[in-house]
């Protein structure tokens, strides 16, 4: 059984550029913009708009929620919870029990990746980061965990600061400490390899806002936790890495 679910701003603009059904969106050539075993990503240009078309066409036997039900179902999630998230579009999937096929369309983010900003001008981490705290702190107050929190899946507006990349996103029912501090791990690894020497006064200035915000997290074994997680991130990194560049 396939179904898609077209957001009504966007229903009629996307038939008429045909892409209205499931097959539409599947067959659609856009330019290519990454690959993954499981997925790949297209961009897409609909009445003006950059959209990313992600097709998933390969799951895991435990994957009865795929990675393209995930996005949508925590894109809109978000929303309703004030959070600022790349507009989401359409959702599709084909399943008998289990997926076969299945796809998400968003808007591109609007901003530039705190990631290349970061690298740019490394102070400029200062104007983002009175936002990022308060994001990250209600973020993790209702119990979300993005769980791909690194700088390249944050973007910035001058104004806003939009989470991109949901897939992996969760929530429970109250903040889980294991959870964050994975978060958070993956936000310093990723601001220690392009912010540098500022990099330890980001974490910093970061933890003191942060635990304002959720003072039973400054513990010293919460603190000992974070480094070990930021050191396996670390050693994962370099053996993938490594894994990459033998012929």
Excluded at 121 to 139: H, K, M, Q
Excluded at 162 to 175: E, G, M, N, S
Excluded at 208 to 216: A, C, I, Q, S, T
Excluded at 221 to 247: C, G, Q, Y
């Amino acid at each position: 059984m396939k179904t898609l679910e077209i957001l009504s701003p966007w229903r009629s603009l996307l038939k008429r550029a045909g892409l209205s059904t499931f097959e539409a969106l599947w067959r659609v050539e856009g330019l290519p913009f990454k690959r993954k075993p499981d997925r790949e990503i297209l961009l897409l240009e609909v009445s003006g708009r950059r959209l990313f078309l992600k097709r998933y066409f390969r799951f895991g036997l435990r994957d009865f929620r795929c990675g393209a039900e995930c996005e949508w179902w925590a894109a809109r999630e978000l929303l309703r919870e004030g959070f600022s998230v790349p507009e989401p579009v359409a959702f599709g999937i084909e399943r008998k029990l289990w997926p076969k096929r299945a796809l998400s369309l968003f808007c591109e983010a609007r901003g530039r990746r705190l990631e290349d900003l970061f690298r740019e001008d490394p102070e400029s981490f200062r104007g983002v980061l009175p936002v990022l705290i308060n994001t990250a702190a209600r973020f993790h107050a209702l119990g979300f965990s993005h769980q791909d929190f690194y700088l390249c899946h944050l973007f910035w507006d001058g104004e806003r600061l939009t989470l991109i990349d949901l897939q992996r996103v969760r929530r429970a029912r109250k903040p889980r400490a294991r959870w964050i501090i994975k978060d958070l791990a993956e936000l310093f690894y990723s601001a220690r390899n392009v912010l540098g020497e500022e990099a330890e006064e980001f974490e910093a200035l970061f933890l003191e806002g942060y635990f304002r915000e959720h003072p039973w997290l400054n513990t010293p074994s919460m603190l000992n936790k974070l480094v070990k997680k930021i050191r396996r991130i670390a050693a994962h990194d370099a053996k993938l890495k490594t894994r990459v560049a033998k012929p």
